[in-house]
């Protein structure tokens, strides 16, 4: 990375870090099964993890959520690929971001604003369209990579191996979800939204 691109940046996560400080949320617990609606964040530049986001949007759909995908493509326009998912997925581009590629555009706007449930940032590297917009994020409960430069954003957080791909970024998220809400059912002690896993 250029000596520019460092202070920019930088730049923008110290912006970024003053603007969270203002936005107000309801927070939710990580109950799977009263979730009706999720926000998916991810890398949609990359023909195989859009292929697997696809996959594991439409598993979520079919469990009878209510799924919503952004994804960030990294070129101007779409690939030849990206159509193959319409009208099930929503997308924004390069040209749509300023100088200091924080995003701007009406399908971002809406997908900010919208409470889910739950929101889980995909990404397997920090990218900071999208990591702008998971910070912002007006979700219940956030979920994200606990390397990310915006962990401190995230409610629930899960520390990747090295060699874990997205697919099993993803599943894993659910089913430690769905273990979560097995133990508050058989226990009377209410849990904290902050916990800490290993994928």
């Given at each position: 990375?250029?000596?520019?691109?460092?202070?920019?940046?930088?730049?923008?996560?110290?912006?970024?870090?003053?603007?969270?400080?203002?936005?107000?949320?309801?927070?939710?617990?990580?109950?799977?099964?009263?979730?009706?609606?999720?926000?998916?964040?991810?890398?949609?530049?990359?023909?195989?993890?859009?292929?697997?986001?696809?996959?594991?949007?439409?598993?979520?759909?079919?469990?009878?959520?209510?799924?919503?995908?952004?994804?960030?493509?990294?070129?101007?326009?779409?690939?030849?690929?990206?159509?193959?998912?319409?009208?099930?997925?929503?997308?924004?581009?390069?040209?749509?971001?300023?100088?200091?590629?924080?995003?701007?555009?009406?399908?971002?706007?809406?997908?900010?604003?919208e409470p889910f449930d739950?929101?889980?940032?995909?990404?397997?590297?920090?990218?900071?369209?999208?990591?702008?917009?998971?910070?912002?994020?007006?979700?219940?409960?956030?979920?994200?990579?606990?390397?990310?430069?915006?962990?401190?954003?995230?409610?629930?957080?899960?520390?990747?191996?090295?060699?874990?791909?997205?697919?099993?970024?993803?599943?894993?998220?659910?089913?430690?979800?769905?273990?979560?809400?097995?133990?508050?059912?058989?226990?009377?002690?209410?849990?904290?939204?902050?916990?800490?896993?290993?994928?």
């Amino acid at each position: 990375m250029q000596i520019v691109d460092k202070v920019k940046l930088s730049l923008g996560h110290s912006l970024l870090n003053r603007e969270i400080k203002d936005i107000s949320r309801e927070r939710t617990d990580p109950d799977i099964h009263r979730a009706s609606s999720i926000g998916i964040l991810y890398d949609a530049t990359d023909r195989e993890e859009f292929f697997e986001v696809r996959e594991f949007f439409k598993d979520l759909r079919e469990s009878r959520k209510k799924a919503v995908s952004l994804g960030y493509i990294d070129y101007k326009e779409t690939l030849s690929f990206h159509p193959l998912a319409r009208p099930e997925a929503d997308y924004f581009f390069k040209n749509q971001l300023n100088w200091l590629s924080k995003p701007s555009s009406t399908v971002v706007d809406h997908f900010v604003a919208e409470p889910f449930d739950i929101l889980i940032h995909l990404s397997l590297k920090d990218l900071y369209p999208l990591d702008y917009i998971a910070a912002t994020s007006r979700a219940g409960l956030k979920i994200g990579r606990a390397s990310s430069a915006i962990a401190h954003c995230y409610d629930m957080s899960f520390h990747m191996d090295p060699k874990a791909d997205l697919k099993s970024f993803a599943y894993t998220i659910i089913h430690y979800l769905s273990q979560l809400n097995n133990e508050r059912s058989t226990s009377n002690t209410r849990k904290r939204s902050s916990h800490y896993y290993t994928v």
